[in-house]
């Protein structure tokens, strides 16, 4: 049974989790709140939940030896009969961690800087999408899913990820030389969907080299990429695939400190969001490359790599009606082009009186969202106390819950991309040309436009 939704029960997703997810989400919100208003929190381990909602059955300690027969006519070398156990066998039991205590203070954060961030990333995400990309990513357990959370935002404040998001592409040129330049030639671009509805990001690896660019601009576009990737995601879709196109590679498109940053990237500051990764067409000097690489991936991260030597093999994940025809069997005529800043296209957001009106109704819809994932942290915190004698049952409670914060989330998401103008300057996917049409609507919907 799942809490809503037409998702496999058991997923981690919003609309499909069981009972134990659904008490690790909740668990992860009530600690969230508590260590950003208190600045601690105290997360004790719960190895039976977790394994319950992980599938990932818990460690176990050894199950206590029976006792040893006696010796003599009736037991030891003499005896035929099996030994008896003078004692009761006693079932094996989960080891328990020690408590995990998270202080703000060794983070060197602030609470409300961190509330405000979070707030503001979720941009058009259900709440409850970006806390579960967390918990999945570490296995459902809570106190590692939100030190890993904490530590994002950190990084995210850290880095000034916002830069790119109020920052035109022509303010991002001047900040970061060459910046344009790399969005021009088509060393990267996204296009369509994978059969399992992704957005594909298609990577050129031959027109990189990393002598060309300074290696603070690269970085800048790495996050540039992510930021707008996280746009061209529809719910309930929540994952991007990559294409890396070694077709022209060479040792001389090499860039290990690149590949690195964009691995952890995906494994620690954007978890979660990699649906899978092609390795096409490498010649035989990428394998000397991939056995420094792999070592970096994790597990999960590196099932999800496959290998294609021909284009047709492309066809195994995306379909013939969407891959550009560049590639061979590939229907769509669709062809790269830079489309370059309109102006006057971020004029909205000099509009300060109209930017404070959509800004405080979206911060209302949020404000209310926290109140009621408050009251459901202390409906559901009553029901685990034993001592207080409820009967109600926790599925029951999360299931009410779910359905009022759903219906807020949605508001929140028309909320959002009501400000997005006012606090987003425009990309070349807002724009669009007569040839392909802007991929995003001002609802935020996505479009993908294929000259079959």
Request: aromatic content about 10%; some cysteine; proline content about 6%.
């Amino acid at each position: 049974m799942s809490i809503s939704g037409n998702a496999p029960a058991g997923t981690g997703y919003v609309g499909s989790l069981t009972k134990e997810q659904a008490i690790l989400l909740r668990r992860l919100w009530a600690a969230l709140e508590e260590v950003l208003a208190e600045g601690t929190v105290t997360i004790q381990h719960d190895p039976v939940t977790i394994a319950a909602a992980s599938g990932i059955p818990a460690v176990v300690a050894p199950a206590a030896q029976p006792a040893a027969a006696s010796a003599g006519w009736g037991g030891g070398w003499f005896s035929t009969a099996a030994a008896t156990s003078t004692t009761p066998e006693e079932a094996p039991k989960p080891l328990i961690e020690p408590a995990v205590t998270i202080t703000l203070e060794e983070l060197k954060i602030d609470g409300p800087v961190v509330r405000q961030a979070i707030r503001e990333n979720m941009m058009g995400d259900h709440p409850d999408a970006l806390v579960l990309r967390f918990l999945r990513a570490r296995k459902w357990h809570v106190a590692n899913g939100l030190m890993m959370m904490l530590k994002a935002f950190q990084w995210r404040l850290e880095m000034n990820v916002d830069d790119v998001k109020t920052l035109g592409e022509l303010e991002l040129e001047e900040k970061y030389p060459k910046f344009q330049d790399q969005l021009a030639m088509g060393k990267f671009y996204v296009h369509g969907t994978d059969k399992q509805g992704q957005p594909v990001v298609y990577l050129n690896v031959g027109l990189h080299r990393p002598a060309d660019q300074d290696y603070r601009t690269l970085e800048r576009l790495t996050i540039y990429l992510m930021e707008q990737g996280r746009l061209l995601i529809s719910p309930p879709v929540e994952c991007v695939s990559l294409v890396f196109d070694l077709s022209q590679f060479g040792l001389a498109n090499m860039d290990y400190s690149l590949v690195k940053f964009l691995v952890q990237c995906f494994e620690a500051y954007y978890p979660e969001s990699l649906g899978g990764i092609i390795v096409h067409k490498s010649p035989f000097v990428f394998w000397g490359v991939w056995k420094v690489i792999e070592p970096w991936l994790d597990r999960v991260v590196a099932s999800k790599v496959k290998f294609t030597s021909t284009d047709a093999e492309l066809l195994d994940f995306i379909p013939a009606e969407h891959l550009p025809s560049t590639y061979e069997g590939g229907l769509d005529q669709y062809r790269y082009a830079y489309v370059a800043p309109v102006p006057g296209e971020n004029e909205r957001m000099k509009d300060g009186e109209t930017k404070k009106l959509l800004y405080a109704a979206w911060e209302k819809l949020a404000d209310e969202f926290d109140a009621q994932t408050r009251a459901w942290i202390a409906e559901d915190e009553d029901e685990e106390d034993e001592s207080k004698g409820s009967n109600k049952d926790s599925f029951e409670i999360a299931t009410k819950y779910f359905k009022e914060r759903d219906a807020i989330a949605r508001d929140l998401r028309k909320a959002h991309f009501a400000l997005d103008p006012y606090v987003r300057a425009r990309s070349q996917f807002h724009r669009g040309s007569e040839a392909a049409p802007a991929v995003l609507r001002s609802d935020g919907s996505v479009k993908w436009t294929y000259i079959n």
